[in-house]
């Protein structure tokens, strides 16, 4: 069994900055992508970053520069820091790993819960 929880939502405004924290418990053998996406009232779900094993990363063009994702191997846990916001980044976040369990060993996605973002103009 294996639990992502998320912390580090609320509501700011426009130009102000949060810390989104994603930890993975349970179960695990190697964590092999940690990334965070989002969804907006009406929209699809969309990547918004990502980080492999390697410390490679991804961004979606809209937040390139502004958001930069990070991971400590050792707690299991990704973050992603958030600078510059804008009310277009107003969504539900939600992270998703690609892991390989200890028993069976085999891939896995998991989710989280997600956590609300919401900034005002």
């Known amino acids: 069994q294996v639990q992502l929880v998320e912390s580090g939502g609320g509501l700011v405004q426009a130009g102000e900055s949060l810390r989104l924290s994603c930890a993975a418990s349970?179960?695990?053998?190697?964590?092999?992508?940690m990334g965070w996406y989002r969804q907006a009232p009406g929209k699809q779900r969309e990547l918004v970053a990502n980080?492999?094993?390697?410390?490679?990363?991804n961004y979606v063009d809209s937040v390139r520069g502004r958001f930069t994702i990070s991971r400590d191997n050792a707690k299991n846990t990704v973050y992603l820091q958030m600078n510059s916001l804008k009310p277009e980044d107003t969504a539900v976040y939600y992270c998703?790993?690609?892991?390989?369990?200890?028993?069976?060993?085999?891939?896995?996605?998991?989710w989280g819960q997600g956590t609300q973002v919401t900034v005002s103009s």
């Open positions: 998703k790993s690609t892991l390989v369990t200890l028993y069976p060993r085999t891939t896995a996605v998991y």
């Open positions: 349970g179960s695990i053998f190697i964590i092999n992508v």
């Open positions: 980080i492999v094993s390697g410390g490679s990363t």
